[in-house]
């Protein structure tokens, strides 16, 4: 069973703050790795993916994957209260999985003023 | 990036009917996958949706349950049949992107079941 597991919350930080975010994942084949944003009530928006070891940044997010630990994080620098959803990591599969995204079970975070 | 229409938005059904939702993609893709999100979950794929053959289940799914059709490269259904209240969840269409290397999502149903 190919799972990903996500650091529990909910997360709460101070406006400003950087908020860090954890994913691990159990299949040493996946290939790719994403950070969705999900609003309640809406479905989820891509943040960020990565697919390299090392760290990936855009704007106020940075993503760091490091494939020998199968750990990958989300960095949230400067909060903002807007950035208050639902945190998912999902993991691309590789072989027989190929394509397929499985997701963790998600973080809560709150960003309060 | 890719844009998916979903329907349909919501849905209140009586136990024991099917109701189907489409998705219609504005690009040609390969694959669609159907995924369920149940109150307070996360996404579970139900299903990956190939154009010409027949879905890929995954594990605790099963066609007659979850019959899916997908005609050509644009557009595709999933039926939940013979629903329960337990069937009651959000169910989300997507494609992979190969514009922005992403997975996009369709706007999603919610379904409830009584």
């Known amino acids: 069973q190919k799972e990903v597991e996500q650091n529990s919350g909910p997360l709460s930080v101070p406006e400003g703050a950087i908020a860090s975010l954890n994913c691990t994942y159990s299949?040493?084949?996946?290939?790719?790795f994403f950070w969705y944003r999900q609003y309640s009530g809406k479905s989820p928006e891509l943040i960020m993916f990565?697919?390299?070891?090392g760290d990936k940044e855009d704007g106020r997010f940075t993503a760091q994957l490091n494939k020998a630990s199968q750990y990958v994080s989300l960095l949230i620098r400067d909060s903002q209260p807007s950035d208050s959803a639902t945190y998912l990591c999902?993991?691309?599969?590789?072989?027989?999985?190929?394509?397929?995204?499985?997701f963790g079970q998600g973080t809560i975070l709150t960003v309060h003023p | 990036s890719a844009v998916i229409s979903q329907k349909p938005s919501r849905d209140i059904c009586q136990r024991g009917t099917s109701l189907t939702i489409q998705c219609q993609v504005d690009?040609?893709?390969?694959?669609m996958f159907w995924y369920r999100q149940q109150p307070g979950q996360s996404l579970t794929l139900i299903a990956t949706?190939?154009?010409?053959?027949?879905?890929?289940?995954e594990s605790g799914f099963v066609i007659d349950k979850f019959p899916i059709s997908r005609p050509n490269l644009t557009f595709s259904t999933l039926t939940v049949s013979n629903m329960s209240p337990e069937d009651s969840s959000i169910y989300l269409c997507?494609?992979?992107?190969?514009?922005?290397?992403?997975?996009?999502f369709g706007s999603g149903t919610r379904l409830t079941v009584v």
């Open positions: 999902a993991v691309k599969g590789g072989g027989t999985s190929y394509g397929k995204l499985t």
């Open positions: 990565i697919y390299s070891n």
């Open positions: 997507s494609v992979e992107d190969r514009r922005n290397y992403g997975y996009t």
């Open positions: 949706a190939n154009q010409g053959s027949e879905a890929t289940y």
């Open positions: 690009s040609q893709v390969t694959m």
């Open positions: 299949d040493r084949g996946s290939q790719s």
